[in-house]
């Protein structure tokens, strides 16, 4: 059942801000949480440590409200994060990141056909939407071959199929272009207003958050095939980019995680470690966690301060030893680590603040983030001999 949507209101809701005063928060962001927080019908908005400013509304906040608002949620409907046990014998960061497919090469249904990865469909794909399926996307997206660290929790961990040392894929990406084709349809019509159906709404992001899911094991499963794995079920998968119906109120959650008794992956950065946390946020938190370090930076200046002090070597091979495979330069210095808060900080404003419990960390291995420059994977050359057959 849909909440009332009950426009009229006199009073901005609260706003509640989950970090110490020593952390990075842009004045920027409060601002943009102020604002919301003067939209009619708002109730409450909860601010995570990783906190930054977003296109029109923030980045890193749960928000809930007796009205639906699109913009709340943007146009990466369905974006989260998932963790995918996957075993190899040997984990050697420049041999396995020279196999990694082209992920920026859809999967076709009719092209791709005798592809191994379509074993992870079950039913139709949602809304049949196959543009950019198999794809990791731009931004801050990846998919990364990373090893358990640190244990905190080993019961928690052990009830997950986790343990030190074990290697797991973990895959950060959304529902692609079908997210930004639901949005621009409501903004073309009512700009950052209400959904006048929200019913309607509903039922579409719905379809995106399912896609967001299913490509995120789509692309779990190409890698691994390509690592000469078997594919797994994902052991976390929580979405960071929705609304729910939670307690009768919309619950906007824009780069946020469902904090509420789930599992969830706060993602570091390409030479950090990340958390996997098991999340506990109560209503003053808008039941949500941070669902990463947060930028601190913003991609121009990002950009503009890392060329001046790093190489683009530098940023291929991290502190950690990792290896990270872009051939995009300029997406090579926009994600520099330094261009995000310390994800130590982040979490420990989470466990000051009761909101979630650290129960591993995980080091990358290997991050992917675009095709290098000029190479070529197998399944490509496979293509290029079947064309040369044709002929």
């Known amino acids: 059942m849909s909440p009332h949507q009950s426009l009229p209101q006199s009073t901005p809701a609260t706003v509640t801000v989950f970090a110490s005063p020593t952390s990075w928060i842009e004045s920027e962001a409060l601002t943009q949480c102020r604002q919301v927080a003067a939209l009619p019908g708002m109730i409450h908005v909860a601010a995570m440590p990783d906190l930054h400013p977003g296109k029109g509304a923030p980045i890193g906040a749960a928000m809930a409200s007796t009205v639906l608002y699109p913009f709340l949620v943007g146009s990466d409907i369905g974006c989260g994060i998932a963790v995918f046990p996957i075993r190899l014998r040997r984990a050697v960061p420049e041999r396995l990141a020279a196999r990694f497919p082209d992920l920026d090469r859809p999967l076709d249904p009719e092209r791709d056909t005798d592809d191994p990865a ?32 640190t244990v905190f929790e080993p019961g928690h961990a052990s009830r997950l199929g986790l343990d030190a040392g074990d290697l797991v894929l973990i895959v950060h990406t959304g529902s692609r272009g079908l997210g930004e084709r639901i949005l621009r349809a409501h903004t073309e019509a009512h700009g950052a207003g209400p959904a006048p159906d929200p019913a309607a709404y509903l039922a579409a992001h719905d379809d995106a958050v399912r896609w967001g899911s299913l490509n995120r094991r789509l692309l779990a499963a190409r890698v691994a095939h390509a690592l000469g794995a078997e594919p797994t079920e994902p052991v976390v998968d929580q979405c960071h980019n929705l609304v729910e119906v939670h307690d009768g109120v919309y619950l906007h959650r824009k780069g946020a995680a469902p904090g509420d008794g789930r599992d969830v992956l706060v993602a570091g950065t390409r030479g950090t470690a990340s958390y996997l946390v098991a999340a506990h946020a109560g209503p003053d938190a808008n039941h949500s966690v941070a669902h990463g370090a947060g930028r601190k930076m913003s991609r121009a200046d990002a950009l503009r301060r890392s060329r001046a002090k790093h190489t683009v070597e530098e940023l291929r091979r991290t502190p950690v030893g990792s290896l990270v495979v872009c051939g995009d330069r300029q997406l090579l210095f926009e994600e520099a680590p330094t261009a995000y808060k310390r994800i130590e900080r982040v979490i420990t404003d989470l466990v000051d603040h009761d909101l979630a419990t650290p129960v591993a960390t995980t080091v990358p291995l290997v991050t992917y983030k675009t095709p290098d420059a000029g190479s070529t994977t197998r399944s490509d050359r496979r293509d290029d001999r079947r064309k040369r057959g044709r002929a």
Do not use: Q
Request: charged share 20%.
């Open 118 to 149: 379509w074993a992870v469909v079950a039913g139709d794909i949602p809304a049949g939407h196959v543009d950019g399926l198999g794809t990791v996307g731009r931004g801050n997206h990846f998919v990364e071959l990373a090893r358990v660290d």
